[in-house]
């Protein structure tokens, strides 16, 4: 069982940045490829980023590659998304999800545990 707690939503200019964190429970978060996700109001939730295991490897959305960037530090059992350069659009509430693999994958239904998200807004 793995258990998820995100931090550092908050409000925002367009323009400006944040900082999200996701704190993992459970000694194989090490194991687990990480993800980031958001969901606007009336739209399903879509992948924004994720990292493998070892943080050898990313991805992101189209629409924020270059914006934003994902990272880990498995010694705090703790992935990060640096978001930079926000827009209205951004605005979501934004979720952590761990999956019990390596590997990371961008859909939904890939991972197991997610945590209770937390809302980024970016007013314009």
């Known amino acids: 069982q793995v258990q998820l707690v995100e931090s550092g939503g908050g409000l925002v200019q367009a323009g400006g940045s944040l900082r999200l964190s996701c704190a993992a429970s459970g000694r194989t978060f090490s194991m687990h490829a990480m993800g980031w996700f958001r969901q606007a109001p009336g739209k399903e939730r879509e992948f924004v980023a994720a990292i493998s295991w070892n943080g050898g490897d990313a991805g992101y959305a189209d629409s924020v590659k270059g914006r934003f960037t994902i990272s880990r530090d498995n010694a705090k059992n703790t992935v990060y998304l640096q978001m930079n350069s926000l827009k209205p659009e951004d605005t979501a509430v934004y979720y952590c999800?761990?999956?019990?693999?390596?590997?990371?994958?961008?859909?939904?239904?890939?991972?197991?545990?997610w945590g209770q998200g937390t809302q980024v807004t970016v007013s314009s």
């Open positions: 999800a761990s999956r019990s693999g390596g590997y990371y994958y961008t859909a939904v239904r890939e991972y197991d545990y």
